[in-house]
């Protein structure tokens, strides 16, 4: 198989942003898994923040990976990708210099696009961590990103959260992050169609829809027409080679009981130790009022 060149795969990713076809992503997470997506014919790969930070710390989702160590899981994957790779760039590790920084540096990495979202991030003690920023200071994160681009056929994807805001709210970002100079609009939150299709009527750019498997958002014909160009179903694969990783060493050690037999969902938290974090932030970060 030759060699596709990033700035190839870049523009690979922007016809699928224009066709009228509607592609699911492989989830990647290491070179390895780059290959095999694409050899099984995947048009598209993403590497996903809460992968990274499993891969790269064995830790939950809490905005703990940083820049560097995201950029370098990247990087591996880039150097033998033949598929376009979304990288999900968070909030863009900061504020919109940060974002900048982020920028060059995935770029270098050979990713074809990246996601900013305007969550806001890290989350504060006590707070939903699907609290937001300003539409002003996500407006401001896009055009850093843009700004800092060196190679205009990297796509930049403004993301946002439709399942905390009212349609009104959530087209009303999504306009602001299409004057910024938007590539695409990525949504997480979506409900059902009904749901996509109040926010879809407002929208000019090319959509890509976080489903994380929702039954609901399963028409493929029915996304198409609406402007979905890229689903994001969640991250199956990694789970499963968790699970498998278990299982094979598991069997090696002969451990037979029943209560070893945990599934992909419980090996994450196990082995992650969400609670350890939770007790620091509470000791750490709680304000006494």
Known sequence: MSR?????????????????????????????????????????????????????????????????????????????????????????????LNVMRTVAELERSGVAALTIEDTLLPAQFGRKS????????????????????????LSIIARTNAGTLSVGQVTTRIQAYTQAGADAICLVGIQDFEHL????????????LVTYGNPRLCDNARLRSLGVRIVVAGHAAYFASIKATYDCLREQRNITSVTSDLSATELTHTYTRPERFQVWAKEFMSVDE
């Open 197 to 208: 299709e109040l926010i879809a009527r407002e929208v000019t750019l090319p959509l890509m």
């Open 130 to 153: 699907s609290d937001l920023i300003s539409i002003e200071e996500g407006a401001g994160k896009i055009k850093a990103a843009l700004e800092s681009r060196s190679d205009p056929s």
């Open 4 to 96: 596709i060149s990033h700035q190839g795969l870049r523009l690979e990713f922007r016809k699928l942003l224009a066709s009228s076809d509607c592609y699911h992503t492989a989830s990647v997470f290491d070179p390895m898994s780059a290959r095999i997506a694409a050899d099984l014919g995947f048009e598209v790969g993403i590497l996903g923040g809460s992968v990274a930070s499993l891969q790269v710390l064995a830790a939950p989702d809490f905005a703990l990976i940083t820049l560097s160590e995201f950029v370098e899981q990247a990087a591996r994957i880039g150097r033998v990708a033949q598929l376009p790779i979304i990288a999900d760039a968070d909030h863009g590790y900061g504020n919109a």
